[in-house]
T-cell receptor
Framework: QVQLQEPGPGLVKPSETLSLTCTVSGDSISRSSHYWGWIRQPPGKGLEWIGS???????YYNPSLKSRVTISVDTSDNHFSLSLTSVTAADTAVYFCARHLGNYGPIDVWGKGTTITVSS | QSVLTQPPSVFGAPGQRVTISCAGS?????????VHWYQQLPGTAPKLLISGNSNRPSGVPDRFSGSKSGTSASLAITGLQSEDEADYYC???????????FGGGTKLTVL
């Protein structure tokens, strides 16, 4: 059974960098058919795709966040990471890591999500 | 403003049939990219309900079905049950944005 876990710091100060790591168990991050991504959901709002990474390191980002986002992959440790710089209150959300089948494919496995609040 | 447009809410009585629409454009659904649907129960992560426009993953009841036509897609739920009360999201890919996109979500209330 594939599981994704994305523990987070809970609270991040404005202007700082949010860093999250998603640990994958039950699957190899190097499996060629899968992409690994991040999605967020602000309180009371809908889902927003942040970006995805392939095991080769190729990345795909939401253009509205591209200037502040970096997603990287560590195949030796079977995890992938999100870095979001210069955060503001608008970045307060539940952040989910996920697995999707192909770049345009469905998200078939989700992490439970971690709540990130941006506040001083 | 979401790239994919869904009604904010739909209502139905137990046993009834409801549909949720997902309107896109020529750079996403109309360009031939697949539509996927997710169900999100309160306080939980979304769950894949329909993949590739109309395919049900293992374990999803056949009361749920998806379709796609032109620049739009729909999710239909028959035989409504109280446990279907949730938020539903459509997702596709947009070639203009070079990005995956979600609809704004639809809250289903079972009366």
């Amino acid at each position: 059974q594939v599981q994704l876990q994305e523990p987070g710091p809970g609270l991040v100060k404005p202007s700082e960098t949010l860093s999250l790591t998603c640990t994958v168990s039950g699957d190899s991050i190097s499996r060629s058919s899968h992409y690994w991504g991040w999605i967020r959901q602000p309180p009371g709002k809908g889902l927003e795709w942040i970006g995805s990474v392939y095991f080769s390191g190729s990345t795909y980002y939401n253009p509205s966040l591209k200037s502040r986002v970096t997603i990287s992959v560590d195949t030796s440790d079977n995890h992938f990471s999100l870095s979001l710089t210069s955060v503001t209150a608008a970045d307060t959300a539940v952040y989910f890591c996920a697995r999707h089948l192909g770049n345009y494919g469905p998200i078939d496995v989700w992490g439970k999500g971690t709540t990130i609040t941006v506040s001083s | 403003q979401s790239v994919l447009t869904q009604p904010p809410s739909v209502f139905g009585a137990p046993g009834q049939r409801v549909t949720i629409s997902c309107a896109g454009s020529g750079s996403n659904i109309g360009a031939g990219y697949d539509v996927h649907w997710y169900q999100q129960l309160p306080g939980t992560a979304p769950k894949l309900l329909i993949s590739g426009n109309s395919n049900r993953p293992s374990g999803v009841p056949d009361r749920f079905s998806g379709s796609k036509s032109g620049t739009s897609a729909s999710l239909a739920i028959t035989g409504l049950q109280s446990e279907d009360e949730a938020d539903y999201y459509c997702q596709s890919y947009d070639s203009s944005l070079h990005s995956s996109v979600f609809g704004g979500g639809t809250k289903l209330t079972v009366l």
